[in-house]
């Protein structure tokens, strides 16, 4: 479910019931998340999606009027899709049950449901409540899974403000949203260098011919590529002479 440079979320049901419901035992900074989320949706700058199993866990009748509104609202815009469990999410859903329980740990069936289905259209990251409480520690609490999911590569993450997100939610390349870069999101030993550069201005650098890219501390990648933008300077000017004479 990739699509351009809208990031792509998949919500737990847990995650739709406590925004729903403005749940507030939740830290504040997982409030925030969903409620980022929630506006990237909004402004069409995000795509969400779920299982179908969700509409099945939201209990209608616990919620207030306003609160069926909001939920019809939001699964009634285009970029917001549920998504039946097929055959090929269920045969995957079983596979991952079983990957688990010969491990001596059990997986319930909506969860692996839910699993299977962001992994098989490719969620960026999936949100979920599951083994954020104080005492969670089960192994297969649904946190505890995050990038490996009996073999499958899957960011599970509780919610989180959009502008700081966590170390685990930042990739090799840069956070997962450009302008998230702050000094808290980047890795240890690119906090004290001084030469920390912006996500930015690092895929100007990388797009220069005239600049290729160095190895971090090497002054002999430094040299070279000031000598290869010498280079491509002399070149360029050489072919501007040649087309006035």
Not at 72 to 91: F, G, H, K, P
């Amino acid at each position: 479910m990739k699509t351009g440079k809208r990031r792509t979320f998949y919500w737990d049901a847990n995650v739709f019931i406590a925004w729903l419901k403005g749940e507030t035992c939740w830290p504040p900074s997982v409030i925030a998340g969903m409620n980022d989320v929630a506006r990237e949706v909004t402004e069409n700058r995000a795509i969400l999606f779920t299982s179908t199993l969700t509409s099945t866990e939201i209990l209608q009748g616990t919620l207030t009027s306003a609160q069926r509104t909001k939920l019809a609202e939001l699964l009634q815009r285009s970029n917001v899709n549920q998504i039946a469990a097929d055959s090929r999410i269920t045969d995957r859903a079983s596979a991952i049950r079983e990957y688990y329980n010969t491990r001596g740990n059990k997986i319930k069936t909506p969860d692996a449901i839910h699993l299977a289905t962001a992994i098989l259209y490719k969620a960026d990251e999936m949100q979920t409540m599951d083994g954020l409480a104080a005492k969670s520690n089960k192994k297969t609490e649904l946190l505890a899974l995050s990038g490996n999911v009996a073999g499958h590569n899957l960011l599970i993450v509780n919610p989180y403000p959009l502008h700081s997100p966590p170390q685990i939610a930042v990739t090799v390349t840069g956070p997962l949203f450009p302008e998230a870069i702050t000094i808290q999101a980047l890795a240890p030993n690119e906090q004290t260098d001084g030469s920390a550069k912006t996500q930015e201005g690092s895929h100007e650098r990388k797009t220069d011919s005239a600049h290729p890219p160095s190895v971090r501390g090497s002054n002999e990648g430094r040299a070279h590529g000031e000598a290869a933008g010498e280079i491509a300077l002399r070149t360029q000017a050489a072919k501007n002479r040649k087309k006035e004479g």
